[in-house]
């Protein structure tokens, strides 16, 4: 294989001697385009693992008589977020053209190019397929972090519709602000890889699904907390160390091509901020809790890397660290206080993807000279107040036509037997013996 | 015939079970279970909250014998688990009215072996 591949590095000097200047440029052209585009599908193959990460992590925190309803969720969210952002998301994300003042835009139903779309002439980092699918495994991300925060007792079907109206529309509605080149982006907000457009959008939906669903039974009861341990510490570690695989074309991705000194730069903000945020979240839990909690640690990853996520090309190493170990210190910290003001995430969603998030896009005003903390802090509260409200509508909507929450008795019995008739672990008992 | 039936914990198994097979006793049904006595329950800590964890594991054996082997096997198995804290597990040893064996049909003791 050495010999191909070196004689695949000497072709291009070949031609280069051989053939007239300008020709000997477009090849050189082309071959940066494909190796841009290639990138950035590698990246769309990452974001996607993260979907297998989310399912481990969401198992891993909730009981195992609800793994199959949970898997199930999962499962349907990356169809529904493909499909949608296929059929309208992507052009409502990216209308090119903005009506109400940056606010709104819409290029039509469906996909789909003529020939110049497959060319540097679209983008010099991809083409207009690679675009929409990269694109596309974001969106169903947004759905997946509300699933762990409602878990457990949201009835199967009122999520899927859920899950549908807010990928397909609120997700791209609002990302068009700044990705689409909206309001916001005119303002000088800055979202790298979607701290705001992405976490704390899913974030926000989770705190109006929490809260409109209550605590799951036995969670709080006379006014103290009951844990519900999860089921799988090491599934749920599985998911973590898979997120963090996949951030690399989360992050590494949104560079949106191969530019060697950004693509690298990233690779190492977000590992370092990752890095951090589990130092952030042991040093926190050591010491304020009793025992160092590995729940809490993970989460302190996860925290580490959406608080990067705005800023990972934009900020310095150093900076990285400090985004990253906050965000840990601030994950455990904002654990802790939704449990008291009894919001049941059984999965700690709300504080890793919405507190971070909002860390993470307000951490570029503080660290990057070239934007500004007020146009930050404008961006998190716009999407905050839309994100919010739209998922309390939406979910309104929901409880007061076809209900919420399962039955009590179906939540006891589990999600899995009451929602699917099946179980996760027919035939399968861990036996303590030897 | 006498059915013992003990409780003991998980960790002891091993040394049990190597007790029995020396004086003897290679026959045993094992469970697990869970159980309160007088070790009382424990706490444990999740995501900064603490558990309360009434019922600990335990291993539950039920071994068919002779009366001739109960004293060995109560005491094989006293040998195995004993630590002399709390929670070390309880053995009960009751009658046993009958007991077929179902590939030969034995019954009695001849079918408890």
Redesign the interface.
């Not at chain 2, 444990?44 to 558990?51: C, I, N």
């Given at each position: 294989m050495q010999l191909s591949r070196k004689s695949l590095l000497i072709l291009p000097l070949l031609c280069a001697a051989v053939a007239p200047a300008p020709a000997a440029a477009q090849t050189a052209a082309d071959a940066i385009f494909t190796v841009n585009n290639t990138w950035m599908l590698v990246a769309t193959l990452l974001v996607f693992m993260m979907h297998l990460g989310f399912s481990f992590l969401e198992v891993g925190l909730t009981q195992s008589k609800n793994t199959v309803n949970i898997l199930f969720k999962n499962v349907s969210i990356i169809a529904i977020g493909l499909l949608t952002y296929a059929i309208v998301g992507f052009n409502l994300m990216y209308p090119g053209e903005f009506s109400m003042g940056g606010f709104f835009g819409f290029a039509g139903f469906g996909i789909g190019t003529d020939a110049s779309g497959l060319t540097a002439e679209y983008s010099e980092g991809y083409t207009y397929w690679t675009d929409f699918i990269f694109q596309a495994m974001f969106a169903a991300t947004a759905a997946t972090i509300v699933s762990g925060a409602v878990a457990e007792r949201i009835k199967l079907a009122s999520f899927l519709v859920f899950a549908t109206v807010y990928v397909g529309l609120v997700y791209p509605f609002v990302g068009s602000w700044k990705w689409g080149g909206g309001w916001l982006q005119e303002m000088g907000f800055y979202d790298f890889a979607g701290s705001t457009l992405v976490h704390s959008v899913g974030g926000w939906a989770a705190v109006a699904g929490v809260f409109l669903l209550g605590p799951r039974l036995g969670k709080y009861v006379n006014g103290r907390i009951h844990p519900i341990p999860g089921h799988s510490l090491p599934l749920a570690a599985a998911g973590m160390f898979l997120l963090w695989f996949g951030w690399f074309g989360f992050n590494g991705g949104s560079v949106l091509s191969a530019d060697p000194g950004l693509v690298s730069l990233v690779f190492v903000t977000t590992c370092l901020a990752a890095s951090a945020g589990i130092v952030g979240a042991m040093i926190t839990t050591w010491t304020v809790q009793k025992y160092p909690d590995l729940s809490m640690v993970i989460n302190g990853a996860l925290a580490g890397l959406v608080g990067i996520t705005a800023g990972a090309d934009v900020v310095s190493v150093l900076d990285s660290v400090i985004i990253g170990a906050v965000a840990g210190v601030l994950v455990v910290f904002s654990v802790i206080f939704v449990d008291r003001i009894k919001m049941d995430d059984p999965v700690g969603a709300i504080s890793v993807h919405l507190t971070c998030g909002i860390w993470g896009t307000l951490a570029v005003g503080i660290f990057s000279p070239d934007h500004s903390f007020v146009t930050q802090l404008i961006g998190v509260l716009a999407y905050g107040a839309f994100a919010l409200t739209a998922a309390f509508v939406i979910f309104s909507v929901i409880k007061a036509t076809m209900g919420l929450r399962v039955s009590e008795a179906d939540e006891r019995r589990g999600l899995d037997l009451s929602e699917h008739n099946m179980e996760a672990y027919p035939d399968y008992q861990i036996m303590i013996t030897r | 015939m006498k059915l013992v039936i003990a409780y003991i914990q998980?960790a002891a198994?091993?040394d049990v079970k190597q007790a029995l097979t020396e004086v003897g006793v290679g026959r045993m049904s094992?469970a697990?279970a869970q159980g309160v006595g007088q070790q009382g329950g424990y706490t444990?800590?999740?995501?900064?909250?603490?558990?309360e964890i009434v019922l600990r594991?335990k291993?539950r054996l039920e071994i068919a014998v002779n009366d001739d082997y109960v004293e060995r096997t109560r005491e094989a198995i006293i040998e195995g688990a004993r630590t002399g804290n709390f929670g070390d597990g309880v053995i009960f040893v009751v009658e046993l009215a009958e007991c077929y064996r179902i590939r030969t049909g034995e019954s009695g003791s001849p079918a408890v072996g």
């Open positions: - | 998980p198994f091993h094992v697990n444990e800590t999740y995501r900064g909250a603490e558990l594991k291993v």
